[in-house]
């Protein structure tokens, strides 16, 4: 068997990117199925919502293949189709700089990578963005681009931008470039960490305006939330224009995190194997996040490699938590996790048996944890809890009523059960 290089080693899994190839996306049969179904029905927007770290990004990476017709991902679930869909697609991760709809709307129309090229083929959009505004033109300047428009004075501009407002321009200009039918299906714009958008007002109503104005867009919001109307921060009005097509992220199946280990050992033409023991662990404590799979699994291969080892057993998956925390391989969990415990071993029993308790619907109750926290040498774990809750401890836990409380990131609860103790429990 051909010995597998470094690279190879090192990008089996990839806890640090989405996944973009087919061959490695695992799972998610019913999301793709359903993401299928609302990019060919007409006038419905998509939104992709979930827990941090759960797939959001890699579900929207294979919508944009979908949308510009490669069916790879279809044929792989095995899901029936018409013929290739041909949208013009766009991808944009809002991140933490975009702070309203008009700079999101701004940087969709300026960016090189989004609409910016086309814009600047194509005449008519041209000309909105240059009678709209020199501070775009600037823009797209500085992406590479010069629009070549007449220069206009200080005031007639400012008429200009006070009579426009960005949203109109926005569908003015997608409306000029539909109408070139440069792609048959229309324009698919990806927004992605749309969670982060901090003030996303006036978002549902564009939808609408732009629906009805300029039909074969399609917008795909994905972000960290548990339904549309936490990410569009809006409560009324947001259902309809996502009819059928909210696409809710979950945990992900034992088999489907399996197959992630499955594709790794290919990736790899198995020459270092995942013995069952380690499987059944890693599974057990990614807790449906793929992820923990693919952070564990990353560490764990590069030891054996360098070790020499062709199997991986459930205590070098041990060995491999150890080195994970040691080396803050994931420094925001392993941070979350120092700023919870501190200087304290009782606080981090008490954390662990918190995270030990949590039952199916992923509450903890504390009759159950405190009893954990008790045999393991702590009598008042609710002191401890009080302060698991507040700023100073991190505020991971939540108090959803008297005597239930809840991890706010289930990755994160993920996590503290891994992660070997810091300190010595006492008993
Ligand atoms: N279907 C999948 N098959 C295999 N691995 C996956 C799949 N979905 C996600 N992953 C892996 O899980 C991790 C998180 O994926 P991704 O970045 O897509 O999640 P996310 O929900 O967008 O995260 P965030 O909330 O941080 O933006 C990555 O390591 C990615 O490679
Ligand atoms: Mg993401």
């Given at each position: ?16 990117k989405e996944i973009t190839d087919v061959e490695r996306f695992a ?79 701004e940087r969709l129309l300026t960016s090189s990578n989004c609409l ?312």
């Open positions: 068997m051909k010995a597998p290089t470094i690279t190879q080693i090192e990008n089996a899994f990839l806890p640090a799972g998610r049969e019913s999301a793709i199925n359903d993401v299928y179904y609302a990019l060919v029905a007409e006038g419905s927007n998509i939104a992709v919502v979930g827990n941090r770290g759960i797939g959001k990004t890699s579900l929207a990476r294979q919508i944009i293949g979908i949308g510009s017709g490669d069916n790879a991902i279809l044929d792989k679930v095995g899901i029936k189709y018409d013929h290739p869909l041909d949208f013009l697609t766009v991808y944009f991760a809002c991140g933490s700089q975009i702070t309203s709809i008009e700079e999101l709307l910016a090229e086309w814009i600047y083929d194509i005449p008519n959009a041209k000309k909105i963005m240059t009678d709209y505004s020199p501070k775009f033109s600037a823009k797209l300047f500085d992406t590479g681009f010069e629009l070549g428009a007449s220069k206009k004075t200080e005031n007639t501009d400012q008429s200009v931008i006070s009579n426009h407002k960005i949203d109109v321009v926005f569908t003015n200009i997608v409306d000029a470039i539909v109408k070139r039918r440069i792609a048959k299906n229309g324009i698919l714009i990806v927004i992605d960490e749309f969670d982060q958008i901090s003030d996303p007002s006036g978002f549902a109503s564009f939808l609408k305006a732009i629906a009805t104005n300029s039909p074969e867009v399609k917008f795909c919001i994905v972000g960290v939330a548990k339904d549309i109307q936490v990410l569009m921060k809006e409560h009324d009005s947001t259902d309809r224009l996502f009819a059928g097509s909210i696409i809710p992220l979950d945990s992900m199946g034992d088999p489907e995190l399996e197959s992630i280990i499955n594709n790794a050992e290919q990736y790899i033409n198995s020459s270092i194997i995942f013995q069952n023991d380690a499987r059944r662990k890693m599974i057990d404590l990614a807790q449906g996040h793929p992820y923990m799979i693919h952070l564990i699994g990353k560490f764990a291969l590069r030891s054996a490699f360098q070790e020499g080892r062709s199997k991986i057993s459930g205590s070098d998956i041990d060995n491999t938590l150890s080195s994970i925390a040691e080396r803050r391989a994931d420094p925001v969990l392993e941070g979350k996790y120092r700023k919870a415990v501190a200087s304290s071993q009782q606080r981090e029993t008490v954390l662990k048996a918190m995270a030990s308790a949590k039952d199916e619907q992923g509450e903890i109750w504390t009759t159950n944890a405190y009893k954990i926290a008790l045999d393991k040498g702590v009598e008042n774990a609710s002191h401890y809890v009080g302060q698991l809750v507040i700023e100073e401890y991190g505020a991971e836990l939540d108090k959803i009523r008297e005597r239930y409380y809840r991890f706010k990131d289930s990755l994160f609860h993920a996590y503290v059960v891994a992660r070997p103790n810091m300190y010595d429990e006492t008993v």
